[in-house]
């Protein structure tokens, strides 16, 4: 079976900081990764994800995400942060042979001026 | 319209009430899902829709019924249903093929459910 977890429910930052969001996963087998971006009143939109080859996934909006085998994460960074990134992100994996999507509980992102 | 839609966007029900919850995809994907985003839960998935046909039911309660009349439509009925049932109903659409997993899911803005 396969599950994630999101370390950070809210993650406060300011404007122009750097963030990292954290994602954990675990999986018998080999996975693929995504982050999705929840705006208010929205569905979910997906930022970047991780199927093979390069371990740094580069995304929209200036996002990238690093996977770590060896640690089994899937973090999220941005080198400096907008107002408008304020918004639920979450992490999920699937597997080679599913398309069944499992998702973190979210982590918030508050970006404050 | 573009991309996944859902009607309607907020919906109030009593527990005795029947309604229904509508999604259509334009991408020409063939695979449709239903899933419930509850305060403070991870997303769960509810049911899954290959070429019209459901592939996967989450274990959920027989009050609610999916309908995929076709790949485009997908609907959920809702009968008889309790106020922990309140939540955001989201759908989503993805193209599935040999990648199996590695699919991307586009998701509609949800439908707000408020049972009273």
């Known amino acids: 079976a396969q599950s994630v977890t999101q370390l950070d429910s809210q993650v406060p930052v300011f404007e122009e900081a750097p963030v990292e969001l954290r994602c954990n996963y675990s999986s018998s087998v080999s996975v693929y990764l995504f982050w999705y971006v929840q705006y208010p009143n929205q569905g979910l939109q997906l930022l970047l994800k991780?199927?093979?080859?390069?371990?740094l996934v580069k995304g929209i909006n200036g996002f990238e995400a690093e996977f770590n085998k060896s640690q089994t994460s899937f973090h999220l960074r941005k080198p400096s942060v907008h107002i408008s990134d304020t918004a639920e992100y979450f992490c999920?994996?699937?597997?080679?042979?599913?398309?069944?999507?499992?998702f973190g509980s979210g982590t918030r992102l508050l970006v404050r001026p | 319209e573009t991309g996944v839609t859902q009607t309607p966007r907020h919906l109030v029900m009593g527990m005795t009430n029947k309604k229904s919850l509508k999604c259509e995809q334009h991408l020409g994907h063939n695979a449709m899902y239903w899933y419930k985003q509850s305060a403070k839960k991870p997303l769960e998935l509810m049911f899954v829709y290959n070429f019209k046909e459901q592939t996967e039911n989450n274990s959920v309660p027989s009050r609610f019924s999916p309908e995929c009349p076709n790949s485009s439509h997908l609907f959920l009925h809702l009968h008889t249903l309790q106020p922990e049932d309140s939540a955001l109903y989201l759908c989503?659409?993805?193209?599935?093929?040999?990648?199996?997993?590695?699919?991307?899911?586009?998701f509609g803005p949800g439908t707000r459910l408020t049972v009273l």
């Open positions: 989503a659409s993805s193209q599935t093929g040999t990648s199996g997993g590695a699919d991307t899911q586009y």
């Open positions: 991780y199927l093979s080859g390069s371990t």
């Open positions: 999920a994996v699937s597997g080679p042979s599913s398309y069944k999507l499992i």
